[in-house]
T-cell receptor, first 116, second 117 residues
Framework: DTGVSQNPRHKITKRGQNVTFRCDPISEHNRLYWYRQTLGQGPEFLTYFQNEAQLEKSRLLSDRFSAERPKGSFSTLEIQRTEQGDSAMYLC??????????????FGDGTRLSIL | RKEVEQDPGPFNVPEGATVAFNCTYSNSASQSFFWYRQDCRKEPKLLMSVYSSGNEDGRFTAQLNRASQYISLLIRDSKLSDSATYLCVVTVPRFNAGGTSYGKLTFGQGTILTVHP
């Protein structure tokens, strides 16, 4: 399967713990996005990478959140000192810019985070 | 006001029915428009792009009215497999340091459709 891969699929942890999620985009895609989705809502943009550069961060991304894409391939999203409000589905998407045009984004299955 | 607003439904329709979803967006600079489909506990998948002239893909027809900032999706001859959440999505032009536009998607909350036998 050459789609966007995310792991783990599910993460249950106690409040105050740190968690890290991983996203492997489609291999030739140079753009990678993180979104968060809570129940009954559409996904909300968190941050975006062009290759290894993080070019925009949403105000939703507090200082407890950090994302990296060290070699311009896979990305990690870390949440420190988790809070109950962090419980959500974290979605990764990737896309290819070609000829100056951003092609459609393809989403991974997401990581569902539950904070006890 | 939310950037993208949809009627959350749920819509419950029998097989074979025609159903229409509406969506409004607040930013007049919005440039690209899409409908995504999301099955329960699955990732969003692109259903179709929406073009100014309107476009059709089989049983699905999408319309865009830029003056009213309104997007619609019409599903004809509904199938059981059409049951899902339909997400209205827009992008506003945003440019990175290199001057290249990138696509930050802004989603509506989704409209739930259930098609029953």
């Amino acid at each position: 399967d050459t789609g966007v891969s995310q792991n783990p699929r599910h993460k249950i942890t106690k409040r105050g713990q740190n968690v890290t999620f991983r996203c492997d985009p489609i291999s030739e895609h140079n753009r990678l996005y993180w979104y968060r989705q809570t129940l009954g809502q559409g996904p909300e943009f968190l941050t975006y990478f062009q290759n290894e550069a993080q070019l925009e961060k949403s105000r939703l991304l507090s200082d407890r959140f950090s994302a990296e894409r060290p070699k311009g391939s896979f990305s990690t999203l870390e949440i420190q000192r988790t809070e109950q409000g962090d419980s959500a589905m974290y979605l990764c998407a990737s896309s290819l810019v070609y000829g100056g045009i951003n092609q459609p984004q393809h989403f991974g299955d997401g990581t569902r985070l539950s904070i006890l | 006001r939310k950037e993208v607003e949809q009627d959350p439904g749920p819509f419950n329709v029998p097989e074979g029915a025609t159903v229409a979803f509406n969506c409004t967006y607040s930013n007049s600079a919005s440039q690209s428009f899409f409908w995504y489909r999301q099955d329960c506990r699955k990732e969003p998948k692109l259903l179709m792009s929406v073009y100014s002239s309107g476009n059709e893909d089989g049983r699905f027809t999408a319309q865009l009215n830029r003056a009213s900032q309104y997007i619609s999706l019409l599903i004809r001859d509904s199938k059981l497999s059409d049951s899902a959440t339909y997400l209205c999505v827009v992008t506003v032009p945003r440019f990175n340091a290199g001057g290249t536009s990138y696509g930050k998607l802004t989603f509506g909350q989704g409209t739930i459709l259930t098609v029953h036998p």
